[in-house]
């Protein structure tokens, strides 16, 4: 737990929401366990395995002593979340959560949630792929014309990102009533709900509604590994690969995203060789180097595509 506290020690006061320790990464030998994470002004302690009052009263001695260090005036705030063996169980340890609890991240405002489920609102690891978005809308030729289509888009930050850079229109899609109404409270929350459009449908049920608004010029799919009756990895990716060569306007790209470390680079790859060969890859976007882990397989994949012109 040494390089935890280590990190706690050093850490600068944070003003946007970002992951401070990533133990999972096996970068910090004897430390798997847990991850550390800031919604400001909320910290947010996760362990993979159960933990005893002792190692967590040293991580609360911890955060308190740089607390006051980096902010004096304002009382601590920290949440711990369990997840283990299929089971979570969240507390919040000192202080309150706000309500609503707005945070920053990479220029746009977004509603988060700590206190309830495993998800809070925004994937920290996918920094550098909304950087992608909003550097490749921002830099494209057609940038006042340019739709595109978010896929499994949650509470749409994808969607925030890539309106504010310039996108004319985004079509998000999911199956979740509460995480499409975050994502409306986020368009809402930047100024850019009206380029904004919102389907709350099965995809694979609603292909003739998802294709209607295209062809796009950008297509991004971030759906979960494993969620039983929505998405399977193994089984499903490749339906999705499918439809993209005709929802793709020619020349545009997708944006493929993976966080199952069972499954490396050439899942996907294979995956796209086999079902949409038309499909040419152009890069896999770097993790936020907070996120660094010893297999780069195992860590969270986007890939870049693009269909020819």
């Given at each position: 737990?040494?390089?935890?506290?280590?990190?706690?020690?050093?850490?600068?006061?944070?003003?946007?929401?970002?992951?401070?320790?990533?133990?999972?990464?096996?970068?910090?030998?004897?430390?798997?366990?847990?991850?550390?994470?800031?919604?400001?002004?909320?910290?947010?302690?996760?362990?993979?395995?159960?933990?005893?009052?002792?190692?967590?009263?040293?991580?609360?001695?911890?955060?308190?002593e740089?607390?006051?260090?980096?902010?004096?005036?304002?009382?601590?705030?920290?949440?711990?979340?369990?997840?283990?063996?299929?089971?979570?169980?969240?507390?919040?340890?000192?202080?309150?959560?706000?309500?609503?609890?707005?945070?920053?991240?990479?220029?746009?405002?977004?509603?988060?949630?700590?206190?309830?489920g495993?998800?809070?609102?925004?994937?920290?690891?996918?920094?550098?792929?909304?950087?992608?978005?909003?550097?490749?809308?921002?830099?494209?030729?057609?940038?006042?014309?340019?739709?595109?289509?978010?896929?499994?888009?949650?509470?749409?930050?994808?969607?925030?990102?890539?309106?504010?850079?310039?996108?004319?229109?985004?079509?998000?899609?999911?199956?979740?009533?509460?995480?499409?109404?975050?994502?409306?409270?986020?368009?809402?929350?930047?100024?850019?709900?009206?380029?904004?459009?919102?389907?709350?449908?099965?995809?694979?049920?609603?292909?003739?509604?998802?294709?209607?608004?295209?062809?796009?010029?950008?297509?991004i799919?971030?759906?979960?590994?494993?969620?039983?009756?929505?998405?399977?990895?193994?089984?499903?990716?490749?339906?999705l690969?499918?439809?993209?060569?005709?929802?793709?306007?020619?020349?545009?790209?997708?944006?493929?995203?993976?966080?199952a470390?069972?499954?490396?680079?050439?899942?996907?790859?294979?995956?796209?060789?086999?079902?949409?060969?038309?499909?040419?890859?152009?890069e896999?976007?770097?993790?936020?180097?907070?996120?660094?882990?010893?297999?780069?397989?195992?860590?969270?994949?986007?890939?870049?595509?693009?269909?020819?012109?």
């Amino acid at each position: 737990m040494q390089a935890l506290l280590d990190a706690i020690a050093q850490t600068a006061l944070p003003t946007e929401a970002q992951r401070i320790f990533h133990g999972r990464g096996g970068m910090h030998p004897g430390c798997e366990q847990w991850s550390l994470d800031a919604y400001p002004p909320v910290w947010v302690l996760t362990s993979f395995q159960p933990t005893s009052d002792d190692e967590l009263a040293a991580i609360h001695a911890a955060l308190s002593e740089r607390w006051q260090q980096l902010a004096p005036q304002q009382p601590l705030s920290w949440v711990y979340q369990c997840r283990h063996e299929g089971r979570t169980e969240t507390r919040l340890m000192a202080g309150e959560v706000p309500d609503p609890h707005v945070v920053s991240a990479e220029g746009a405002r977004f509603k988060v949630h700590v206190l309830r489920g495993q998800n809070h609102g925004l994937f920290l690891d996918m920094a550098e792929g909304r950087r992608w978005v909003a550097e490749h809308v921002a830099a494209h030729p057609r940038r006042e014309r340019l739709k595109v289509l978010n896929l499994f888009a949650y509470t749409c930050a994808f969607s925030v990102v890539a309106l504010q850079a310039g996108a004319r229109q985004v079509v998000n899609v999911d199956m979740s009533h509460g995480a499409m109404g975050i994502g409306q409270q986020n368009h809402h929350l930047n100024g850019v709900a009206a380029g904004a459009s919102f389907l709350v449908h099965d995809i694979f049920k609603s292909w003739g509604k998802v294709g209607r608004p295209g062809p796009y010029d950008l297509i991004i799919v971030d759906p979960p590994s494993y969620q039983k009756g929505s998405f399977v990895a193994t089984k499903d990716y490749a339906r999705l690969m499918r439809r993209l060569p005709e929802l793709l306007a020619p020349g545009g790209h997708a944006l493929l995203c993976l966080n199952a470390p069972e499954l490396g680079m050439a899942f996907l790859q294979d995956q796209m060789q086999a079902v949409a060969p038309e499909l040419v890859f152009v890069e896999r976007v770097a993790n936020p180097a907070v996120f660094a882990d010893v297999s780069p397989e195992r860590s969270l994949k986007v890939l870049v595509y693009r269909l020819p012109a």
